[in-house]
């Protein structure tokens, strides 16, 4: 059958799924760890970069301190804080890393979504009387939505694919499936666990995708979500579809009624 019927054997046999060690015990352990990071790093970088954006000081130097996460190897920093007192911490030494991790994506776009606003913008609004506040949550907000997005689900799914290193430490995830089929030398189980692990990225990016659609606050898509039930195949906004016969058109400039038209001299 192949590596792959092999690897779709083991995924689809109940006993690898059940029990303590099993796949779906894994696949929650990782599921919580991933969740955990993404949310502190979430935390930690969006009202960063949403503040010194807002301001338009500091952010250069806050992206670049935060990009030295980028250079430094995520397991280099696990084999670390394995060295630390903080190894007998449980889940905190991955958690750590994954959020060190997380942070760069998550600052860089923000902060650069919230810059890009364009700044026309920002002084009508502000001529418009806006304060702070409003001019934030109405203007740049909204407008730098598109790169938070590309942000988070750029993070969402790193974090995702890298958790799977918590089990070069002896911690649980889907990466434990992986590590015991190299140590048995099980190469259909080492395949599966890396389909699992990659079939959850696809899912977290679909469902950061759906729901990115569905708070997008461009005023397309609110149009787009406002729509009426009633108002579709062709017939104009705000009238019903049983309004017009078959035959029937709208009424035009030429045939309103005489008495209804009038000449301005």
Same mark, same amino acid.
């Given at each position: 059958m192949g590596v792959l019927g092999d690897a779709w054997t083991w995924l689809i046999t109940g006993s690898n799924w059940s029990g303590e060690g099993g796949a779906l015990s894994r696949l929650g352990e990782h599921v919580y760890v991933s969740g955990v990071a993404l949310a502190l790093a979430c935390a930690i970088a969006l009202p960063t970069a949403f503040y010194l954006g807002h301001i338009g000081k500091g952010g250069a130097l806050a992206v670049n301190i935060s990009n030295v996460g980028r250079a430094i190897p995520v397991f280099a920093v696990l084999a670390l804080f394995m060295l630390s007192p903080l190894r007998n911490a449980g889940y905190v030494p991955t958690i750590v890393a994954l959020v060190l991790f997380a942070v760069p994506p998550l600052l860089t776009n923000a902060y650069v979504g919230m810059r890009e606003v364009d700044r026309a913008v920002l002084e009508?609004?502000?001529?418009?009387?806006?304060?702070?506040?409003?001019?934030?949550?109405?203007?740049?907000?909204?407008? #730098?939505?598109?790169?938070?997005?590309?942000?988070?689900? &750029?993070? &969402?799914?790193?974090?995702?694919?890298? #958790?799977?290193?918590a089990a070069m430490v002896g911690q649980g995830g889907l990466g434990r499936i992986i590590t015991a089929g190299f140590n048995t030398y099980d190469t259909p189980q080492v395949v599966a666990g890396a389909l699992l692990v990659a079939l959850l990225a696809l899912l977290v990016e679909g469902v950061l995708v759906a729901v990115d659609r569905v708070l997008d606050p461009s005023p397309s898509a609110a149009v787009s979500r406002a729509q009426s039930p009633g108002t579709h195949d062709g017939a104009p906004n705000g009238v019903p579809n049983d309004a017009l016969s078959p035959g029937d058109s709208l009424p035009t400039g030429d045939s309103l009624p005489r008495d209804r038209v009038t000449k301005t001299v």
């Open positions: 009508a609004a502000r001529g418009m009387g806006m304060s702070g506040r409003q001019l934030f949550l109405r203007v740049e907000l909204p407008l #730098a939505y598109p790169m938070v997005m590309t942000g988070l689900r &750029s993070a &969402s799914v790193q974090v995702v694919a890298t #958790a799977t290193i």
